[in-house]
Each structure stands twice: as structure tokens, then as C-alpha cells.
């Protein structure tokens, strides 16, 4: 399917979801918080604006909502709700070292190789002009999820969730023409709850580690768990007196 | 006179032209840049004024410069000019564009940079050392990130010949290619490393710190230096002119008929002038970066570059 | 075409018989009459090259498949021997380097005998003479027996001349290393000769070529042959034995080493893979794309860091292969999926390599080896300033460095321009993933490219420009003209070879035309002007055109810009005021790829530290600074080590049968007997 036969409509949702994959590549590299957050409001922006095209190519009207409500949780609401924690938590300069950033985003590439692979029996199936889009979505998706198991940093964690819920969602828009709209405004709403729980999620975090470094988590493993303090001096002055 | 000769007539004119309108841009992005930073504008020309004295001067070599040390000024321009006749200026399907497709084009440039390294070891003086290691450790990062890009292009051209892809472009009319944003967007960034602009070197500076094309240069002077300095004004113009052809073709000649060529004189020295006003925007913004930041910055040019190969292949053709 | 013994079979006899005549010749090079080697051996093997050059090239040109047997080895497999294009294309790249060699020797040699540690000279000449011997054979054979055969001459004869100069410990580590390794890819090598002979019904090529194998058993046979022979070829990670081996031999056998011997793996994949087995798959030529472009890159990235111009040139071997493995791997996906013209675009490219590395680093090694004629020195940094002193010399060693960095107009850049030309055909692929594989190698054989610049700045840079940075070295003289003749060869043909592309490319088609039954008729479809390999729309060079553009301009800029001129003036070069710059304040080896040290960090084992001394007194300062840097490679210490330690783990576990009485082995032997009676039996 040559890219030129499509309509001009078709071809900006294409660009759209190009962008969209690119804000995901963004925020996989980004180690400052606040960016961070920018480029996660960025994402749903762009989102949104590939749906409302997407909208128009179809005629579906219930995607307007769809967009809209995107504007409002994932550009308004859910991007302040973090800004407000990153001030609060006093981490709004903070900056986390990856380790090999650019073997990481040759690994994020390596994913959305893949997800051109696997998704390419789904696009044999569907008949809509944006069937591309569907590796795509799938790629943000598993890229999100790359970004959770990479990211030491709490708030990487959470914004690389919520992106892979914005891959979820864009593969809905792109390959069905969205969810039933109650699905969607349930989605919506665990997203929302679940942003809220993660705040309190930090505040725990940062009380008991002092940092929102999550590897800290280690220590609760019972493998790790550090020697009781009170016992290993006794056991040394038991031995030099032996 | 048959079209044969017409043709390469045109193309040694067109060539003519590039390398006596290069010294022009320079100018243009020295004006416009003390504009916008609130200074005294030197004229247009200047560059020309600069080329001019500096040919006239004495020549005055390090007692132990070797044949290399002479002979590299002329190799660089050279090379460089090469590389100027390849480029679709104002006309397509010109016979010289047919000697050289990018790649080669890539191969001059990288020609002219090996021999300007060498040339700044020649005389073993420390600042050439540094200037060479730097520039060939830049050049290496900044190579595969234009390679992928010009792929990128060339995947849809289905050619790397110059006027091919321009004429592949002109035709297609508007479409929106995610590919080619991201190839524009990295190719930009190439354009900006290789050409020794900000943020990754400071073509005005001379401290030791920043340098890495003025610090291998700097035992250079009379005619030898103007050549240099010719050659990378040259440089940045075919950038500009490679990037103008890749992404904004319209206005170019593609018959040879004396109002296509006017218009196509006139679309480039418009796309030209708002190009480089785009660069003095950049560079005023921007500050010089630390070395050790540039791979990073040629680093992202690269996922650009890649991004754009991958929406080539998954959004644009597959399926 | 097929007569029974024509004339190129007979010059390649004559080759043959040249070559053992000057191995001959050369036992009677004792100490007294060195020069039964210098003219007697050395004449002999330029005349074996120039009759390896005019056999390969006649059947080459003529598209001649000659096949003869002779009555040789076992009563009832006589040796069969065949020349075709593919093998005399090879033996023209052999027979051009021994000439050279042969036009080298002599003077390079005469340290053997001049120098303080006098070397015996009759297995020098012997088993350069052997080393040859099995390289022209193995090319001629056609059945596995004599390939197997003249494969391990070329490969003990190879240890015996790594280990020339065995008073060094590490000249003797490399040579076993090299052995070892050449043994264990000999023994895949049968491994995959075993495959086909067991389906072909026999052992000679033919019945082998005859044969349709089962994919699975062909891509068993393909790994076997790509295992065996990459070890030769020297392909990351099969590659540690390289750098180790090369520098240590003698410098005309190192060019031979690298220029030719590696290219004997090439042709050994070549020829199972395309010829024997006759249908590639597209799943081998991935694996072989991966293997190479992570041997281009890594080559280069080792190279770097090497201060031993030899070793450095020996890094950049590997980095070749790859390059040539490539251009193999995607002719041979391009093959297995279909697209014939693509695939034989592949195929060219990667012989085209093969000949311009073989070429260049053959000069090369030539140039590092009268760097140490003259100098005794391996060591970048003790060099400098070679330019002023050895200017011929340096020459030569500019045009293999502009070559092998791929820079036109010289042979390196078009093969590796082939090599991307093949890579851009990749939207033709059905397949997505390997649409999208392609590419990415091939902006990593972009970095390659540029990395190999870098390195060729700093090799050439640090030994010939600048200043002498030791005493040595600041006396040099330039070479004696056998050396320089020798050179001028090699340096002469990586011009020719890349101004006509186009030429060498149609003197190229019998090859394609006998493996793929393709060739590439667009190249030349414009006139030996213009190289056009798909089609003058998609991509054209025109490298004639490109030099005489550089030399009118280079007289012309000269012409306008000298005219008239007062003469130059000589002074100092500008030092910031402190005082006259010595050869102490110029940058190092170490210090050129430090950026490169860092940015590429993970890729090698970097030990570095700074020591510094402080003074005995009352106010303390610095007396002394020193730097410590150790880089190692991670497949030494990640691959072969655990191997290593493995395998005398595993020795020592079976030691226990290792009594040392002699009744026990002899309780061995008879349960041996036992047991074979019985199977037998059975």
C-alpha cells in the first residue's frame, strides 16, 4: 500500500502515530523528571490529535469524546497530578544515569522491529487505511514496558505505565476505530485512580528510602535482607574471644 | 550545439556558480546573526574581501612541514568541489550529477576530512593533534547517522542519484511522510556537526577548548587558508542545498529552458536565505555543547535517522 | 568448455613447479650463500606468481573450466584438479601478492642475516615456499582429499613461518595459538566435506555438485564450512588468534598471511556454499550478515586501540572480513529469496573486497615492514616524522591508508559503494524484519568506515607526520628499491582497480555467471566511463571522471594560486609562548583515540590508571606522572577463557585413567581390542 494513495487525512494519522512513537523513544532516554512528564503530556496531545483525524476519516462521533477525554486526563489532568508530586517530592531536578543509553534505544528499536513482525498477521486481517499503525501501537506499548523494567526512578516507572496504557489505547483508535465508549471511560478512570495511588505509592517510597530509587525495593526480599545490625558485633567479639 | 553539450555547459555553470555563491551564504549568515545579536553587520561581501587578502599574502610554512602539508589545501578544495558539481542547484538531470550519488558525495567529504587531519598532524604541534582526534571521532558519529537518513530518502526514491530523488520528490506533489521528518530532522543535525557550526563546534572561537575544525587549520594561512576556509563555506552550502533538494525541491529547473533556470536561480536564493536564517535562529539559542555531550547529540540524529528508516518500512510499505 | 588440459592449466603447473623449485633453491641459502635465497628462491616465486597471475587470469578472462586428474594419492581416488573462474580470480589475487613479496624479499630478508640475531634462512624460503604451494593447490582442487591435504600445508606451513623468530616467548604463544585454532577449524572443515561426500556419494566436487541436499543437512554442511572457514578468515569471534599471529611473522609473509591465506576462508565459503551445496538460503545469509557486521565493527573498534602498527594492520583484517562477509550475507539473502541480479551484485561486491583488501593490506603490511627495516620499531609511539626521512615509503603507506579507509578514487571505496548499493536494494525483500536488518548493518558499515579513517589518521599520522619521537627513528633511511618496487606493485594496482570499476567488474562475470548463472550486464550498460550497477536511475559513479576532475583541479589551483608567488617562508610553528615544541608535546597514539576510548567504552576492557610519585621534602610535589592503559578484548576473556579453563577442568577429571603404569595402558589396549572384535562381530 503506497503511501500516496492515501487521502491527506490518512496520511497525517500516519505521521501522528510516527510522532507518537517517537515521544515514546523520547521519554525512554529522558532522564530528567520534569521533560519526562512534558513529553508524556506531549504523547497524549498528539494522541489525541491522531484521533480526532481519526475521527473525521471514519465518522465515528463517539471518538471526539474519546480525544477529548484524552486531552483532559492525559495532557491536563494526569501530567499536573505528577508536576504537583515532582514539586512536592522536591525531585523536579532530579536526573537519573542510565546506563548505555544508546544500547537502550537500539534495544527500543529492536522492539518495534518486532512488533512490525508480530502484528503484521493482524494487519493481513484488517481492511482500514491506518492498519500500519496497529505495529505501531504495539511498539508503545512494549516500549513503555521497556521502560518500566529499565528505569530505576519511581516516576519513570509510573509515566512509563501510563504509556503503555497510551499504546492500549491508540491500538484501539487505530485498529477498531476505538473501544465501546463505557470501556474506554473505564479505562480512563483506572488510570486516573491509579495515578492518584501512585502518589500516595511515593510518599510511602520516599518516607521509608528517603529516595524514589525503586531498586531500594530490593531489601524486602527476604534474599537480600541485611544482617540484624544487633547481632553482628556480638558474633565478632564472640569470636576474637574464642 | 547539440543538447549533449548544452547540458554539460549548464552543469560547469551551475558548478561555477555554487562555489562563487558559497562565500555569499557565508556572509548572509554572518549579517543576519549580528542582526539578531545586536551588533555592527559586516557587509555581505566581506567573505570575499577576507578570500581575496588572504591570496594576496605571503605565504609562511613550518620548517618542517612536509609535501603533504602543501598539497592538502588543494585536495580538500578539490574534493570539495566535486562534491559542489554533484549537487542539484538549480537544474536537474544535469550529466555531472550522474559522477557522484550521495554516497560518493559522503566519500569526498570524507576525503577532504582525512587529509585535513593529516595535515594537522604534519606539523606536531598539540592543538593539531587534538583538532584531528576530534574531528575524525565526530566525523565517525556523525557518518552512520547520515547514511541512515539518506537511506531513509533513498528507500523511497528507490535511488541514491541526486536529481533522481529530487525529481522523485518534485513529482510525488505533497505527501506527508512521517520518514522524511525524521530523516530532516537528523539530517539537520548531521548538517550542523559536519559543517563545525554550534552547538557542536564554535567556527568563530579559537580557545583551545572548543576548537575542532579551527584547531587543525591553524598552522594554515595565505592561499593554503583561503582555500580551506572556501572549501568549508562551499561545505555548508551543499549541505543546505542537499537538504533544499531532499525536502523542499519545488522551484528547481527540470528542463532547460532559460525561464526555468531563472526561477530556479531565484527559488534557491529564496530557500537558501530562509534556510540560513534558520541556522543563525539555532545557533543564537544555542550554546556550544562539551565534547563528550556531541555523541549523545549525534547520537539522537542516529534514532532519528533510524526512527525514520523503521516508519519507512512499517507505516509507508508494510503491509 | 571443457577441454582435457589446456594451456592455463599447464602455466598453473608451471606456477607449481616454480614454487617448489624455489623451495628448493632455498635449502641451500645457508649462512655462507645467503643469496641462493635473496635471486635464487625469490626469483623462482616471482616467477611462480607471474604464472599463478597469467593461469588465473586467462581462465578468468576466457570463462575456462578446465579439469584435469593426476595419478597421485590413494590406487582408486586419483587427485582431481580444475581450474575455473572462480579459482583462477583467486589465483590472480595470490600469484599479484607473491610477486610482490618476491620483489620485497630480498632486501627485507637481507636482516636476517646483517642483523645481530642471525636467523638460518632454508626454512624461511622452504616454507614460504610450502605456504604457497598449499594456497595454489587447495585453489586447483577438486576433491575434498587434495583440498584437505594442501589446506593443512598452508596452515602448519603458516605456524612454522609465525614462529620464525622463535626466541620470543610471544612468537611462540601466538604460533601455537594459531595452530590450535587452525586445527579446530580444519577439523569443522571435514565435518562439512563429510556431509556432502556422505549424500554425494564420494568425495570429488562433482559428485558433490551433483547432489540435492536436504535443506536441513545443507544448512548442517554451510555451518560446518562458515565455522571452519571463518576461523581462517579470521571472523569475530573465531579471530583471537589474528591479531596475535600476523604481526610476529616475517613482514612480506604477514602481507601474504593477511592478503592471501585469510582470503583462502573466503574462497572455501564461497565455494561450498555456492558451488558444492548450490542453493544458499536466505536464513545463512542473515547469519552471516550479523557475523560480519559485528566483525567490521568490532575489527575497527580493536584496531584502534592498537599502538603496534602491525597489530593494528592485522586488527583491521578482521574488520575487512566482515566487510567482505556482508556483501556475502546479503547476496546470499537476496539469493535465497529469489532476486538473482541483487544476489550477484552481493557476490560482486564481496569479491571486489576481496581482491582491494588483499591489495591494500598487502601494501600495507609491505610499508609497516620497511618502517621496521629501517627503524626496528613496531611502536607507534616511538615513530614520527618517517615522511621526511623514508618519503617513498610514506607514499605508498598513504595510498593503502586512503584505500583501505574507503575513500575514492581509490579500489577500497568502490567495493565498499557496491556493498551499500546492495544494502539500499533491500525494500525488494518481501520480509519486514530483514528490510529493516539491512539497513541498520549498513549504517553500521558506515561507522566502520568512518572509524577505519580515524584509525588510518592516526597510523599514518603518528608514524610518518609530525616529529621523530625517537632516535632510531629520526635517522631513518628510506628503503632499498626492491622494497619500494614491491610496494609501488601493490600501491599502482589499488589505483587502477579503483578508477575501473566497471572493467573489473566485467572481467568479473564468468565468476557469477558459473556460481549464480547471473551477471550483472547494467553495470557497464553506460560505457567503462560510468559504474551503474542496477541501472544509470538508481545509482551511478563515474571514478575516472572523479580523478581527473581532482588532478585538474589540484594543476589548476596550483597553476593560478602559485603563479607568481614569492617562495614560501619557513619558521616556527606558533608554540603559545612558552618555547620551541618538542616531540614530547605532540599527541600520542594513546591520546588520538581517547575520545573514541570513551564513547565506545563498553566495548573493550579498559584498565587505566595515573600514578603519580610524590617527592621526598618538606613541601610535597609531583615528581613523576605515569599513565597505565591496558585494553583487552572481552571475547578473550569472555569466551575463550571459560573455554579454557573448561577444558582442563574436564582434563582433569579424566586424569584419573592417566596412571603411568605401563600394564594399565596395556589393559587399555586389549579392552580396546575387545570391544572393536565385538562391535565388528555384531
Redesign the interface.
Known sequence: MALSSLSLYSQAIILFAALVLFTSFVMLAQTRMVPLIFTFAWQGLLMAVATVLVAIVSGHKHLYISAALTVVLKVGLIPWLLYRLSVRLDMNYETEAIKHPSLLLLGGAGLVIFSYFIALPIVHLSGLATRNTIAVSIAVELLGMLMMSVRGTAMAQVIGFMSMENGLFFAAVVSTYGMPLIVELGVAFDVMVASILFGVFFFHLRDSFDSLDVGHLNLLSEANEPAPLAETPAASTQGEHA | MNSQSIAWTLAAAQTLLFILAAPLLAGWVKRVKCHLQNRAAPAVWQPYRDLAKLIKKNLVLAENASWLFRAVPYIVFGATLLAAAAVPLIAVHLPTSAIADVIVLVGFFALARFFTALAALDIGTAFGGMGASREMTVAALAEPAMLMAVFTLAMTAHSTNLSVATETVLQAGLVLRPSFLFALLALLMVAVAECGRIPVDNPATHLELTMLHEAMILEYNGRHLALIEWAAQIKLMIYAVLIIDFFFPWGIASEFSASALSVGVLAVTAKLMLLAMLLVVWETVLAKMRLFRVPQFLGFAFLLALLGMLTNVVLETGG | MNTANGLPLLLAYAAIVCTLLSGAVSLFAVRRHPGFLHFGSFLFLFLAGAASIAAGGWALLAHLTLTDQLAFGLPWLKWHLRLDPLSGFFLVLLGTLVTAASLYGPSYTREYTHGKAPQPLPPLGVFTATFVLGMQMLLLADDALVFMIFWEIMSLSGYFLVAYQHQHAANRHAAFLYLLLAHVGALVILLSFGVLAAFGGGLTFDQMRATHLAPLWATLAFLFAFLGFGTKAGMVPLHVWLPDAHPVAPSHISALMSGAMLKMGIYGIVRVSYDLIGEVRWEWGLLVLVIGTASALLGVLYALMQHDLKRLLAYHSIENIGIILMGLGMSMIFLGTGHKILGTLGLVAALYHTLNHALFKGLLFLGAGAVLYRTHERDLERM??L??RM?VTAFMF?VGS?AI????PFNG?VSE?LT??T??Q??ALEN??L???I??S???L??T???A??C???A???AF???PRSRRVAHAREVPIGMQGGMALLAVLCLLLGVFPTSVIMAMAPITQLLVQDSLPSAAAQGWL?LTPIS???????AP??LI??VV??GL??LL?KRG???????????CGFGR?T?R???TST??????R??FG?VWKVDEAVETTAGAGPIPRVTGIRHHLHVQDWSWLKVYQPIGRLVLAAARRIGFIQTGNIHTYLKYSLATLLLLLWIVSL
Do not use: N
Open positions: 614520527g616524522g615522511i621526511h618519503p598513504l586512503v579507509s574507503a575513500l575514492p571505496f559503494w551499500f548499493q544494502a539500499l533491500a525494500p519486514g524484519v528490510r529493516t536488518m539497513p541498520i549498513a549504517a553500521l558506515a561507522l568506515g568512518a572509524l579513517a580515524a588510518f589518521v592516526k599514518f599520522g603518528i607526520l609530525g616529529k560510468w544509470p536511475q538508481v545509482a551511478s559513479y563515474s571522471l572523479v576532475a581532482i583541479v589540484f589551483g596550483f594560486l608567488a614569492v617562495p614560501a617562508r619557513r619558521c616556527y610553528p606558533w608554540d615544541l616531540s608535546m605532540e599527541y591520546a588520538f583515540t581517547q575520545p573514541i570513551r564513547v563498553a
